[in-house]
């Protein structure tokens, strides 16, 4: 299996402008997580879904922040209109059936808006 | 906060030398998990040791638990160049699927 993949893996953009990120899951995870990496923050879990469904998106720092999961094996994440306080590196990662199990993460994708 | 902290933030051996980090939480847990992530890559999985366990080993890693001190701790045995990243401590509680990650710890092995 190739991993869990993301694209694109460096995005420079301009405040304001829309950004999207997208994610493909291992095959056969029902479990797929957004998480942000921040040097202030940490690792910050964004919002997950189980069966292609959100389930908690508590994480979602405001409204500018969506995230849908239109099938089993892709997701994106879109900031509109992004700000230079969400440069950060964003993780997609996924788990097995059970949810309690190891989380398996992908490459990210480090976003830099100006 | 629920994050987890650990502990040093830094740590900086000799090749060789044993590295020990250590996790503490504040929530009852239903297991803990230890990630590793080299600079400018994803986190990966290394280990996860269940509520109900006390210690579990890895090739060169132990894990240990303590459920009444919520406490957990990394060694990683006879250290190598290699094992240079940073390690996160993660624990998953209650009755979501959320994972929830301390800051880490910054390893560096001197060749």
């Known amino acids: 299996d190739a991993g869990v993949i993301q694209s694109p893996r460096h995005e420079v953009t301009e405040m304001g402008q829309e950004v999207t990120l997208r994610c493909k899951p291992i095959?056969?995870?029902?479990?797929l997580f957004w998480y942000r990496q921040t040097m202030m923050r940490g690792l910050e879990l964004l919002i997950y879904f189980n069966n292609n469904v959100p389930i908690d998106d508590s994480g979602m720092p405001e409204d500018r922040f969506s995230a849908k999961m239109p099938n089993a094996s892709f997701s994106t994440l879109k900031i509109q209109p992004s700000e230079p306080r969400d440069s950060a590196v964003y993780f997609c990662a996924s788990s097995l059936r059970q949810g309690r199990e190891t989380q398996y993460f992908g490459p990210g994708t480090r976003l830099l808006v100006l | 906060s629920q994050q987890g902290e650990e502990d040093p933030q830094a740590l900086s051996i000799q090749e060789g030398e044993n590295a020990t980090m250590n996790c503490s939480y504040k929530?009852?847990?239903?297991?803990l998990q230890w990630y590793r992530q080299n600079s400018g890559r994803g986190l990966v999985h290394l280990i996860l040791?269940?509520?109900?366990?006390r210690e579990k080993h890895s090739g060169r890693l132990r894990v240990t638990l303590d459920t009444s001190k919520k406490s957990s701790s990394l060694l990683i045995t006879a250290s190598r160049a290699a094992d240079t990243a940073s390690y996160f401590c993660a624990y998953l509680g209650g009755s979501n699927y959320k994972l929830t990650f301390g800051k880490g710890t910054l390893l560096t092995v001197n060749p």
């Open positions: 929530t009852s847990i239903n297991n």
């Open positions: 040791i269940r509520s109900n366990e």
């Open positions: 095959s056969g995870h029902d479990y």
